[in-house]
């Protein structure tokens, strides 16, 4: 997972509570980036960062979802409040590499919301 | 406009067979190229990556694709599949991180693999 932790593994939770998902890279970089993973959708980019600003957050869905990332090793995926289709993996990447084009992909966090 | 398609969405194959998952991508640029994997249940994993290099590349586990710029292909190919290799396979395209989407993702093919 070249690094980068992410938090919890799995959630689950009731709709209308707040969720929040966490990054961790071990080592410092440019580039991260949220995705969503679903069977329906495939992988969805949700937004990305370049030295924790938010660059393109075209494709998160909605108010609900917000994301910051307060320093280069820490960043968090809010959702408030949950909903049921909200349920999929949440995925973290960040760019890695001299070439910097090379995205690693932390383990996901599993999120099911009833 | 940029694009990626892959063109089974499953294949299945026999271990010890041969595997080709089908890649094509839409692009006005030189585009860089990537696969992934992804077992169930984890992470995406690169296996192989052609940033204008030499047009075969070479992957992790056996894995190879070769570039074709006239056929705007990226097939994955492995001469004898192994039972580990049932996963789920992207295809990626990287343009710009100026634009929009750094990245296009296929919408994957799932790697079945028969004893």
């Known amino acids: 997972d070249a690094g980068v932790i992410q938090s919890p593994r799995h959630e689950v939770t009731e709709m209308g509570q707040e969720v929040t998902l966490r990054c961790k890279p071990i080592?410092?970089?440019?580039?991260l980036f949220w995705y969503r993973q679903t069977m329906m959708r495939g992988l969805e980019l949700l937004i990305y960062?370049?030295?924790?600003?938010?660059?393109?957050d075209s494709g998160m869905p909605e108010d609900r979802f917000s994301a910051k990332m307060p320093n280069a090793s820490f960043s968090t995926l809010k959702i408030q409040p949950s909903e049921p289709r909200d349920s999929a993996v949440y995925f973290c990447a960040i760019l890695f590499g001299v070439d910097q084009e090379t995205q690693y992909f932390g383990p996901g966090t599993r999120l099911l919301v009833l | 406009a940029q694009s990626v398609t892959q063109l089974d969405s499953h294949v299945s194959v026999s271990e010890g067979t041969p595997v080709l998952l089908r890649c094509n991508y839409s692009?006005?640029?030189?585009?860089?190229l990537f696969w992934y994997v992804q077992h169930p249940n984890k992470g995406l994993q690169l296996l192989l990556k052609?940033?204008?290099?030499?047009?075969l590349v070479k992957g992790i586990n056996g894995f190879e694709a070769e570039f074709k710029k006239s056929e705007t292909s990226f097939h994955l190919t492995k001469p004898s599949a192994h039972m580990s290799d049932a996963a789920e396979y992207f295809c990626v395209v990287s343009f710009t991180l100026s634009g929009n989407t750094p990245l296009v993702f296929g919408k994957g093919t799932r790697l079945s693999v028969i004893a």
């Open positions: 080592s410092g970089h440019d580039y």
């Open positions: 960062f370049n030295n924790n600003v938010p660059i393109d």
């Open positions: 052609y940033t204008s290099a030499a047009t």
């Open positions: 692009s006005s640029y030189s585009p860089s």
